[in-house]
């Protein structure tokens, strides 16, 4: 049984625990989370042209909108920066892939109703006829904004990519390069 001593002492307690939450509260609305910057990282593992067109228009909107952005191109998505196929210095299994994985961005198929690259023209008319940018101006704006484009080293390894395959002026690291990245950004997308 309760007496009026031990409510006012519950009581009491209640009130001074609730004073010291909404004080830390209040303390952590003054000062934001520590570490996060105007930033997104964003991973482009698919090489189908939809999803490189959609990430490199993510990438231009959030850097003119002053986001900085990082791009961090893996396995497959890695064909959205090639410029040419290069077979010479490779083994088999380097030329198989080589030869099966498309060479620029321009060789891109769409990941739904390709219909063996026809889809892909569809779009790139449409894009035209709408008087949206082609995936090819879409990666210049990218660079003209800053964007930071890095190629994943052990993807360019383990498919045989050489460094003459790759547009100029990308940057090339590893999975720490990313999460460095990412760790400091709002906002961070898988593409």
Known sequence: MTTPMTETVDTQALLARIAELEQRVAALEQSPAQGIEDRLAMVVFSGDLDKAIAAFIIATGAASMGLEVSMFFTFWGISAVKKQKVFSGKNLLEQGFTAMLPGKLGELGLSQMNFFGAGAQIIRNLMKKHDVA??????????????????????????????????????????????????????TLFI
Request: aromatic share 4%; glycine share 12%; net charge negative.
């Open 134 to 187: 082609s995936p090819e101006e879409l990666f210049a704006m990218a660079r003209e904004l800053g964007v930071r484009m890095v190629v994943c080293d052990m993807s360019r390894e383990l498919l045989g990519i050489k460094d003459e395959e790759l547009v100029e002026g990308l940057e090339t690291g590893g999975v720490a390069t990313f999460l460095g990245d990412a760790a400091r950004s709002k906002v």
